[in-house]
């Protein structure tokens, strides 16, 4: 279930699109700032329409904050028309929803501390746990019923067999219903309110700050205790993307300027580009033997460069959104790549076209003559490893995909948990994932066994008086964690127990990558927007 109600599809006729438009314009009229209450000489819409799509609300004599704001896009083919739709809340509901939902965020770790050591389980605050959820349920309930209706009307208008049910006696009764919600709300959202201030005082007494730990007051001494600046590459203001090879003898970086360049990882020497013909650099992976570059561009493409040769690239094409992840398998043999919907396996020497996740049903039916397609995202792609498992976001699970098998493994997690996805990492060895997870007021850093999907262990690395504290990027060594902080540190963890093994000031960076020994480090500091990276390259005993 969507968290915020939300809904897409498409809508398919075979009639041109001056006649589509011409059925809506027939019920929708201008917005007007002023509507006479007890008018009833109107379109059933309100709203804007052109040649490229249409943006309309109900017209109602009722107050109703579950109507939805309903957009529309126009499609035209010699086999017709595709109308792709998309219903959503209003701004003002949505941002009275994250109001009310903020402060219940921020104390439910409290609560349930309150709820089960100091007063049970008939504690009077499993109100504060009722309120939110039921408002949810609420704003669910009363939006499915409004976007089905306008969805069921908006197949009526376009097949011609639209008519006003609306009757004076069905006005007033949904008047009375509109009253009664907001009667309702009202006193949900003045019990939260109480709530919220009856544990404030409690949250206030449980945050306590925490000390940094830096080299100097560890028992052991991590070889990343002495990591230092090798060099910084300037001069290049617009890179999106680094590698650094498996031998730890290159370093390969792309981006806007749409040219791949080549260093010496050891001199930081620039040694070849490789020049785009088109695409800005999004992404890009080595191959194990160090000899081949794999590139994700902006126009969709992946490229595959020879850089012992001056061979042109072969290109691969297939992606229908920008491709933001590009890996090549451990063995060599085969390419993966990701965009912010599928997953795509090629054959590494073919570049043969061998998957595409997701391959589920289709959510296609028909309604006479039109067919309606159901656009909602359930499958989000969130990182690939060079061992074939991906990390994926699925029907509200974060799943680990074996891509040769298509096996699945679920990650435990707790219902109120809210994951980093952005910074989970698999293994060089694709025996663990690591993520952070932010359960209000504090984060903790989180490791699992990705053989059964159990936590293994997880540290706490920062609490709520902690403002600026949270990642920036992370990734794996064979034995430790290395994360760029937004407090400008660098702090790295044991991979296998969670503990913290050294805290070094140092700029924040990203897309941070590492050699597979552990020696370099390198990533990317400055603002790819602001025009002004640098790539970083430090090094360790």
């Given at each position: 279930m ?90 003002f ?25 100091q ?15 039921f ?11 409004e976007a ?9 208008i376009i097949e ?9 006696n069905?006005t ?14 009202i ?9 919220n ?10 945050s ?22 090798a060099?910084?590459?300037e ?6 993307d ?13 981006g ?10 050891q ?23 160090g000899k ?30 920008n ?5 090549v ?36 039916f028909?309604?006479?003559?039109l067919v ?16 074939g ?25 707790k ?9 989970g ?24 066994d ?8 997880q540290?706490?690395i ?9 990642f ?13 902080t937004k ?13 913290l ?5 140092q700029?924040?960076?990203?897309h ?5 020994e ?24």
């Amino acid at each position: 279930m969507k968290f915020l109600p939300n809904e897409k599809f498409t809508i398919s006729t075979q009639e041109p699109l001056s006649q589509v438009i011409e059925k809506l314009e027939a019920h929708i009229e201008a917005p007007k700032t002023i509507r006479w209450r007890f008018s009833h000489n109107h379109a059933p819409y309100a709203g804007t329409i052109s040649d490229s799509g249409f943006k309309i609300y109900r017209i109602i004599h009722y107050r109703n904050s579950f109507l939805p704001i309903i957009r529309g896009k126009f499609e035209s083919s010699s086999e017709g028309t595709r109308i792709y739709v998309t219903m959503n809340l209003n701004p003002f509901v949505l941002a009275f929803l994250l109001f009310l939902f903020f402060p219940f965020l921020t104390l439910i770790p409290t609560f349930f501390v309150v709820l089960i050591f100091q007063q049970g389980f008939l504690s009077p605050e499993i109100l504060f746990l009722g309120f939110p959820i039921f408002i949810l349920f609420i704003f669910w309930c009363a939006f499915w019923y409004e976007a089905n209706r306008s969805r069921e009307e908006l197949i009526q208008i376009i097949e011609g067999k639209y008519f006003e049910p609306e009757t004076v006696n069905k006005t007033y009764n949904k008047q009375k219903y509109g009253i009664w919600l907001r009667g309702l709300l009202i006193l949900i959202v003045i019990g939260n309110i109480i709530a919220n201030l009856d544990l404030f005082s409690l949250v206030q007494q449980e945050s306590q700050p925490l000390v940094s730990q830096s080299c100097s007051q560890l028992s052991t001494q991590s070889p990343y205790c002495k990591l230092t600046v090798a060099y910084t590459l300037e001069g290049y203001p617009t890179e999106a993307d680094i590698a650094i090879s498996s031998e730890g003898n290159i370093l390969a970086s792309g981006g806007e300027d749409k040219a791949i360049k080549i260093w010496d990882l050891q001199t930081g020497e620039l040694k070849k580009i490789l020049q785009s013909d088109s695409g800005v650099i999004n992404t890009l992976a080595i191959s194990p033997d160090g000899k081949t570059i794999v590139s994700g561009s902006g126009d969709r493409m992946i490229r595959i460069w020879n850089i012992t040769s001056d061979q042109p690239p072969l290109m691969l094409k297939g992606h229908s959104n920008n491709i933001i992840q590009v890996e090549v398998s451990s063995d060599g043999n085969t390419i993966m790549s990701r965009d912010y919907e599928e997953i795509k396996v090629w054959d590494f020497e073919t570049g043969e076209l061998k998957a595409t996740l997701p391959n589920l049903p289709s959510r296609e039916f028909k309604i006479g003559s039109l067919v309606i397609e159901d656009n909602s995202s359930y499958f989000n792609p969130l990182k690939i490893s060079s061992k074939g498992t991906a990390l994926v976001k699925f029907e509200n699970k974060i799943l680990a995909w074996n891509l040769a098998t298509n096996e699945q493994i679920s990650l435990e997690k707790k219902w109120f948990e809210n994951l980093d996805i952005y910074s989970g990492r698999i293994s060089l060895d694709g025996e663990t994932v690591v993520m952070t997870s932010f359960s209000q007021p504090k984060t903790y850093l989180k490791i699992w066994d990705l053989k059964t999907g159990m936590l293994k262990r997880q540290q706490q690395i920062s609490s709520s008086s902690q403002v600026k504290s949270g990642f920036y990027d992370l990734t794996l060594t064979r034995n430790h964690i290395i994360g760029s902080t937004k407090d400008e540190e660098l702090k790295v963890w044991n991979l296998e127990t969670a503990e913290l093994e050294a805290t070094l000031e140092q700029e924040k960076m990203s897309h941070l990558v590492v050699s597979s020994e552990g020696k370099f480090l390198a990533g990317i500091t400055g603002n790819l927007y602001n025009q002004d990276t640098q790539i970083k390259v430090l090094k360790r005993p």
